[in-house]
Each structure stands twice: as structure tokens, then as C-alpha cells.
T-cell receptor, first 117, second 113 residues
Framework: GAVVSQHPSWVICKSGTSVKIECRSLDFQATTMFWYRQFPKQSLMLMAT?????????EQGVEKDKFLINHASLTLSTLTVTSAHPEDSSFYIC?????????????FGPGTRLTVT | GENVEQHPSTLSVQEGDSAVIKCTYSDSASNYFPWYKQELGKRPQLIID?????GEKKDQRIAVTLNKTAKHFSLHITETQPEDSAVYFC????????????FGQGTRLTINP
């Protein structure tokens, strides 16, 4: 149980275009999902907290107009990188908590490697 | 906000020896401390976690200790094996709102055969 999937697993796009990444909780309902970005040899940095049915909460320094987050259902959150640039190339990972349980654990997706050329 | 510091950044030990990774946190309200193992290009895998009402937790070769007064927690791996080689991250979660995780900088552990 507690499986989180991401799609796509990798994507290459041209500078100036937009890319959408999906995060799904497969066997539980996730009222809250989290989006992280990880640059090579660095730690995971939280970008935003995605809440079902409401606006995402962005961390300081993360451009909300550039990284659009939509959490339309209890099992799906999407991250759209708009007008992507080479510096947006990174490993994007989502996670979700099963708030119906008492566990604090976050379940991570497999990540999406974005390369902007 | 919460800040988590992790040391060392790299650690090399002989197979069979023990490895210890240490983290400190800044917010005394933090109450959940997970440790993750991440292999290259893969998702972080939870290997052990501890809550603030517990001082120590052990799972086979892996143990975590927590000192709430000093605000630090440590990961101990005994009888290390080559497959333990990976990057390890500590994290802390504050018991407010969405309970988001703040990660340490990571430790690259290499087990030498």
C-alpha cells in the first residue's frame, strides 16, 4: 500500500515551453501533497504544499506564476513548469501523506527528471 | 523557520564497521524525524523514523537516537554492507499545519569492501 506515482519519469523540452508533471496517490487519498526539487548532489528542497481544492502554499523564493500547482482531486496533483529555462532542469519529486492514518510518513513518488534545452 | 544541519557530508567506512550520521534541528516544536536513503536517480526511501516522545528506535542494523534537549538526532548503521552505500538524508517535521519536512544536506556514505 501507500504508493505514489509520477508521470512522466523524464522529459526533455525546449526553452520557453511548458511542462506538466503529474503526481498520483494510487491506493490512498491525499488531501495534501508536497512538491520538491533536487539539483544534482544536493538535498531535497520543498517548493510548495498542495492542498486538495485550494491554492498551493509556496515556499519563500519559489515563483508561484512559474510553477503552477493544481490539486484537483484527492489522488492527483499536477506541477506545471511554465516558460521553462535551462536553470529549471532538475529532478522534481512529489510526496503525499495519508491523513486518514496516524502515521506522519510521507510517501514519495519516483521523481521526474526535467531537462530544458 | 526550521533549519536542519547534517554532518558529515561524506563518510567512508570499511565493510563491517559502523557508520554514524548526525543532525541538528532548530525548532523545538519539531516532533517527527525520519531518515531516508536515496540511490542515484531514485526516490528517497524511508529507512527509519522516530517521534519526539521516544529517545531511541532500532530496526535490525539501523538505529536512531534523539536528544530533544540538545535538538539533535543520529543515525547508526552497524555491520555495514556494500549495499548500504547511498546518500542518506535526515529530516524534521513540525507539528503545525501540513507538517512539511525540512531536509538536511545529505551524507554520501561509501562502504569499502
Amino acid at each position: 500500500g501507500a504508493v505514489v506515482s509520477q508521470h512522466p519519469s523524464w522529459v526533455i523540452c525546449k526553452s520557453g515551453t511548458s511542462v506538466k508533471i503529474e503526481c498520483r496517490s494510487l491506493d490512498f487519498q491525499a488531501t495534501t501533497m508536497f512538491w520538491y526539487r533536487q539539483f544534482p548532489k544536493q538535498s531535497l528542497m520543498l517548493m510548495a504544499t498542495s492542498n486538495e481544492g485550494s491554492k498551493a502554499t509556496y515556499e519563500q523564493g519559489v515563483e508561484k506564476d512559474k510553477f503552477l500547482i493544481n490539486h484537483a482531486s484527492l489522488t492527483l496533483s499536477t506541477l506545471t513548469v511554465t516558460s521553462a529555462h535551462p536553470e529549471d532542469s532538475s529532478f522534481y519529486i512529489c510526496s503525499a501523506r495519508d491523513f486518514q492514518g496516524s502515521s506522519y510518513e510521507q510517501y514519495f513518488g519516483p521523481g521526474t527528471r526535467l531537462t530544458v534545452t | 523557520g526550521e533549519n536542519v544541519e547534517q554532518h558529515p557530508s561524506t563518510l567512508s567506512v570499511q565493510e563491517g564497521d559502523s557508520a554514524v550520521i548526525k543532525c541538528t534541528y532548530s525548532d523545538s516544536a519539531s516532533n517527527y524525524f525520519p531518515w531516508y536513503k536515496q540511490e542515484l536517480g531514485k526516490r528517497p526511501q524511508l529507512i527509519i523514523d522516530i517521534r519526539s516522545n521516544v529517545g531511541e528506535k532500532k530496526d535490525q542494523r539501523i538505529a536512531v537516537t534523539l536528544n530533544k534537549t540538545a535538538k539533535h538526532f543520529s543515525l547508526h548503521i552497524t555491520e555495514t554492507q556494500p549495499e548500504d552505500s547511498a546518500v542518506y538524508f535526515c529530516a524534521a517535521s513540525i507539528d503545525r499545519g501540513a507538517q512539511k519536512l525540512v531536509f538536511g544536506q545529505g551524507t554520501r556514505l561509501t562502504i569499502n569492501p
